[in-house]
């Protein structure tokens, strides 16, 4: 059973910065996507950052120079540095994971490409 665990998130005022982690448990790294997502209260969930088994990274437009993903696949660990916070990016964040092959016209910033996903864990910040 995969388990996916997000931890780091909190309130910083416009300008911080905070570092998610992604504990993965039950997983085997394949050669598929991870990444992190963001859901607004009213918003549809969008993705934010993903990176390939490879190393291979694809950001949002919008967090493009601010945040940074990183993987470390000997501790099943997933990270998301976001610097230069905007009261815009508050949101709950999901880590997820894909483990299933998927047509490659699904993008990898596509939430449908992704089968498993933490509980999520909020980020306000404030102006």
């Known amino acids: 059973q995969v388990q996916l665990v997000e931890s780091g998130g909190g309130s910083v005022q416009s300008g911080g910065s905070l570092r998610l982690s992604c504990a993965a448990s039950g997983y085997t790294y394949s050669n598929h996507w991870k990444g992190w997502f963001r859901q607004a209260p009213g918003k549809e969930r969008e993705g934010v950052a993903v990176?390939?088994?490879?190393?291979?990274?694809i950001y949002a437009d919008s967090v493009k120079g601010r945040f940074t993903i990183s993987q470390d696949n000997a501790k099943n660990t997933l990270a998301l540095q976001m610097n230069k916070l905007k009261p815009e990016d508050t949101a709950m964040y999901y880590c997820a994971v894909q483990t299933m092959s998927t047509s490659p016209a699904v993008q990898p910033l596509n939430s449908m490409r992704y089968n498993y996903w933490g509980q999520g864990t909020q980020v306000t910040v404030s102006s």
């Open positions: 990176i390939h088994n490879n190393g291979t990274t």
